[in-house]
């Protein structure tokens, strides 16, 4: 393995997720990329963002990939649909609150109105998904860890939801969790990833929120050297 690499919330963005794997990485199949979830919703192409990434594995790319809150509200969206439609259907209360962060984008990425046309090959890959992954100095996880129990990897909610957390280092053979979910700006990713006292770096810089200052862009760390790669959205 030559290099390993971290993207994060990529939400449906995928020209600037393309350009930024394509052009600044470019990754050989010795390199490994993880991914932190978050693959869907408010941008402009989720679907095409799904299919972009199963390609690059199936043709070998050493791609890993996590499950992040949006995957798993969709998942949700998808087991409460109902077969039909129509005026006496009993509503998806999970879709309702879904589509209040993004999911209408991913839907309409999709081409369908009811969930259940979503060919099936993408449920499996969404539910195929891992939690969290484990190396010598890492963990990388979407949202966090629930450092308030014994055992931070028995809270699979927390994984994916967690907002703020205070690392207990002890509880990771003190390690550093690497992870996305809550929008930061570029001052406070360079502050973290710089510093390498800080037992966690969050990459999620809010690709889709374009024009806004120290915010929108796609960026991907380098675990060796350390380099951070920035690629503004152009979807």
Known sequence: MNNQWVIPDIH????????????????????????????????????????????????????????????????????????????????????????QYGGDRTVESFGVKNLNDIPQKYIDWLRGLDYYFETKDYIFVHAGLNFQIDNPFEDKHAMLWVRDFDVDAEKINQRTIVHGHVSVNLEFIYHHFKNESYRFIDLDNGVYMKGKDGFGNLLALNLESRELLIQPNID
Do not use: A
């Not at 995928?14 to 052009?23: A, P």
């Not at 490994?32 to 043709?59: N, Q, T």
């Open 12 to 99: 449906g963005c995928l020209e600037t997720l393309r350009t930024l794997i394509e052009d600044l990485i470019k990754p050989d199949k010795t390199d490994r990329i993880y991914f932190l979830g978050d693959y869907i919703d408010r941008g402009p192409d989720s679907k095409g963002v799904i299919d972009y990434l199963m390609k690059k594995k199936s043709e070998g790319f050493d791609f890993k990939f996590l499950l992040g809150n949006h995957e798993e509200s969709l998942l949700k969206s998808y087991e409460n649909e109902p077969l039909k439609t129509g005026l006496f259907v009993k509503k998806n209360q999970f879709k309702r609150n879904w589509f």
